[in-house]
DNA sequence: CTGTCTATTGACATTTTGTCATTAGTTGCC
DNA sequence: GGCAACTAATGACAAAATGTCAATAGACAG
């Protein structure tokens, strides 16, 4: 999920990890600590989804780690939305079991 | 999202543990193991969530746990109700983030 | 030169999930 | 009687995911 979130916002852009954190808390995603972005941006890299290199531009603030989508990001992108919409059907069929208290 | 489903199940009437399982295989959830079954049951016996006693009634094979639904256990699934569609929630904004690419 | 904000990393604990062997009763076959 | 197959439940262990939080460190304001 997170992950999935964070390609979905670098796909817009190149960003860095302490930017997807902020943007992340701004859009109502709670309980998201920044350790938890920074380790599933290294993971997403290790697998190839993304890539980062240091930002060479002058911050105000220590040197910067700048991600940006890599071409098997697209891929693993559409294959988590499929994935997720899996998990809707799941979803939608418990409460439907639920409300008729039929079914599966 | 496996305890909702047993719960449903139990709704319906008190069964077994080994009979659970074979619903779920026959119903298409993949991936399940019986041992899986085993201990999601345990664990809502442990939250009081539903109730079991050996089975009196001759079996062919070992005896049997017949588990049932306990009241704590119809607020429990309600609340895990209003889990699940919160998760959908989440899930149609990050596909429409996906498919229209802004958003939050 | 101290505190604060930005930025990233790493260590550790906890929880969840998956796998699989073990125990054990019943039934049916030879 | 002995053995295999099926039913039924439990426990131990490993792996993966998640959560928490301290440590490091540059830049800037006072």
């Known amino acids: 999920m997170l992950e999935a979130i964070l390609m979905m916002y670098l796909r817009r ?9 902020a943007r992340l808390t701004e859009c109502g995603f709670v309980g998201l600590n920044p350790g938890l ?15 980062s290199a240091w ?3 002058a911050s105000h603030g220590p040197p910067r780690r700048v991600y940006s989508l ?14 997720f919409r ?4 799941l979803i ?3 409460i439907a079991a639920y409300e008729q208290q039929a079914g599966c």
Do not use: F, N, S, T
């Not at 972005?37 to 890539?51: C, H, K, N, S």
């Not at 899996?86 to 059907?89: D, S, T």
């Open 37 to 51: 972005v920074y380790r599933a941006l290294r993971g997403m890299e290790d697998l190839g989804w993304i890539r």
């Open 55 to 57: 930002d060479g531009e």
């Open 92 to 94: 939608d069929k418990v």
């Open 13 to 21: 852009g190149a960003a860095h990890g302490y930017d997807l954190a």
């Open 86 to 89: 899996e998990i809707r059907g």
């Open 70 to 83: 890599a071409p098997p990001g697209e891929q693993a992108m559409e294959d988590l939305v499929r994935g």
